[in-house]
Structures are given as C-alpha cells and as structure tokens.
C-alpha cells in the first residue's frame, strides 16, 4: 500500500493512543496545530487495519500486528477535544472546521465577493493585506487588487514581491482577525439577496412548476415576481453570449443532453447552436434528434437545465460572456 503521509499518520497515532495520551499531547500544543490535527483526525473515516499497522510500525517496534481498525469523525474528534478545552472553545473549533464544507479561512475568502473583501481590506495595514492577497487564489487576488484605491494596490503588490515566508504565527494572528472582525460581521450582516435566493430555486424548477409558481407570484406579488423573473438565469438566455462563448459550452455538454435540449428550443437558438458546431458533429446532432422521436418535457427540461447550469458556471467563472442588451450592445463580463 501507499506510504501514509505525515498528517493522516500523526491524526492516526493520536487516535490510538487513545484520548488520556491524546489529550496530554493536544496541551502542548499551539491553537493552530490544534486545529490542523483535529481537521486530519476528522477527515481519516474507516482506518484499516493495514494501515493502522504501518503507521504503528513506522512509529514504533513495540507494536505488534494490529488486528483492528479505527474509525476517525467528527464525534470522535470533538469528544477528544473536550478532555482539555473548554466546550464554548471546542464548539468554535468545531464550527470552524466544518462550515462551510469543512473549509479554511482562506478557502472560504474565494467565496467572498472582491468588492466586499476589498471594502474590509482598505482599511487594513498593506503588510497584512499582502499577506492576505499572497494566500488567496491568484484569479481572485486579480479581481480584489482591481477594486482597490490604486495607491493602496501598487503598495500591496510592492510587498508581496518582496515578502519571506510567513511567519506561522503571523499567519494564525491574521486568521485570528479574519474569522473575529471579518467573517462573523460578514455573516451578521446576512447581505443575501433573497430574490436572488428564489430565482436561483426558479432556476432549478422544471418548466410546469416554474409557470405555476411564477404565475401565482405574478397575481400575488408582482413587484417581487418581475425583480426574480429578472434574475433568473434561463436557457433563453444563452443566445445572449457570442459564437466564441456557445462553442465554449459545447465542449462542457454531451451531445445526448444536447440532443434532448435542443428538441424544446426556439429555431433561432437551435441554428445558433448548429452553426458553432462542425459539420460532421452538426450532422450527427441532427440525425440523434431525428432518430428520438417524441420525447417527454420533462426529459427536455432537465436537459435544458443542466446546459443553464453550465452557462452559469461559465458566466460566474467569467469565461462567456453575456450581453446586457435585447440587441446585443453593451456587452459586460459578470
């Protein structure tokens, strides 16, 4: 079997060793070595007894052949943690490392607008926004430089250009004001959009539920059914973006989905499709369609839906782009 890398081994021993000696470890430990232990230890599941064999080898020739496993989780983890943390400590950490997916503080920034992270950060000292910009994603970094003063920008990019390494505990301290000043106001603050919330739930609908649900809205709350009917993302949509950006989500679809999708479309959105395809692979769509015969709407609807769902992975990672206009004018990169 593969070597057990040094994480996964030393979240291993500390499960077997069992919680006393787990725990007279984790107090000599630092809170950031607490919290990327804990995460491994929670991360392990089902621990062979194989694997838990070599790791106690590798370790140590006292122990002999294991001849059971160790099952790691969340529940273990927080149980072990509670032997030598206080609980409202224990609870911080675990919600860290859970939510959202178990991410790190730098993974959840990627999902933090960069208008609003750079509204946080341009009151910040630049050596800590060079750090900040140092860790995140280069795509994303790029995007919160952009909305930055200009002055505020080319200083940060000056330090990172000439930063060392990191301290660890510079690292944890920024982490630390991140999660304290940042995050939880973020989260207070609950800036979600709601009509945004109901037309990404309208996009998902299948054709009959999107009518009888909008329509309903439409006698009830009009207001509120135009601001949703607005924002909602549909498979009309996609002859909004250019040649180069239809050929785009070709390539993310297979042609069974497209066959199907297609039956439902309006002419125009079906020759738009075909003439960004080549004419063998135009022919062959052709005769798919042909050799379906009737088909349910539903069958269309799902397929309609999983293109919408390309497009708008595409168009939220900025690689089609849409346009503003009925006429194609003004064309803008969301």
């Known amino acids: 079997m593969a070597k057990v890398n040094g994480p996964r081994r030393a979240a291993i021993l500390m499960l077997a ?6 725990a007279q470890l984790f107090s000599y430990m630092d809170d950031y070595e607490i919290r990327d232990m804990s995460r491994e230890m929670a991360q392990l599941g089902n621990i062979s007894g194989e694997e838990m064999e070599q790791v106690m080898q590798d370790f140590t020739e006292l122990v002999g052949t294991g001849s059971g496993g160790l099952v790691g989780g969340w529940g273990t983890t927080e149980r072990y943690l509670k032997t030598f943390l ?10 860290e490392m859970r939510g959202p997916a178990g991410r790190t503080m730098w993974e959840k920034l990627a999902n933090v607008n960069e208008e609003t992270l750079a509204s946080y950060l341009v009151n910040e000292y630049p050596q800590t926004v060079a ?18 003063p200009q002055d505020l920008a080319v200083e940060v990019m000056e330090r990172v250009l000439v930063m060392d390494t990191v301290p ?14 940042f995050m939880r106001n973020l989260a207070q603050k609950n800036t979600h959009d709601t009509h945004e919330l109901m037309a990404e739930i309208f996009n998902n609908f299948d054709r009959g539920n999107e009518q009888k649900f909008m329509g309903i809205l439409e006698q009830k709350h009009p207001d509120d059914a135009e601001r949703i009917r607005s924002l909602m993302f549909t498979f ?3 002859m909004k973006t250019d040649d180069e950006g239809i050929q785009t989500i070709l390539r993310d679809v297979d042609k069974d989905t497209l066959a199907l999708a297609r039956k439902g479309a309006k002419p125009e959105m079906r020759e738009k499709f075909l003439k960004n395809m080549s004419e063998r692979a135009a022919k062959i769509l052709r005769e798919d369609m042909e050799a379906m015969g009737p088909v349910k709407v539903k069958d269309v609807d799902e397929a309609q839906l999983k293109i919408v769902g390309v497009a708008k992975g595409l168009v939220d990672r900025a690689e089609i782009v849409l346009a503003s206009g009925e006429d194609g004018e003004d064309e803008f990169i969301t």
């Open 131 to 148: 750090v900040i910009i140092s860790r995140i994603k280069a795509s994303h970094a790029a995007k919160v430089l952009a909305v930055l």
């Open 168 to 181: 660890r505990e510079v690292l944890a301290a920024v982490e630390d004001s991140l999660k304290t000043e």
């Open 86 to 95: 206080k609980e409202d400590r224990v609870k911080e950490l675990m919600e």
């Open 17 to 22: 060793m069992g919680e006393q000696r787990a």
């Open 236 to 238: 009309e949509d996609i």
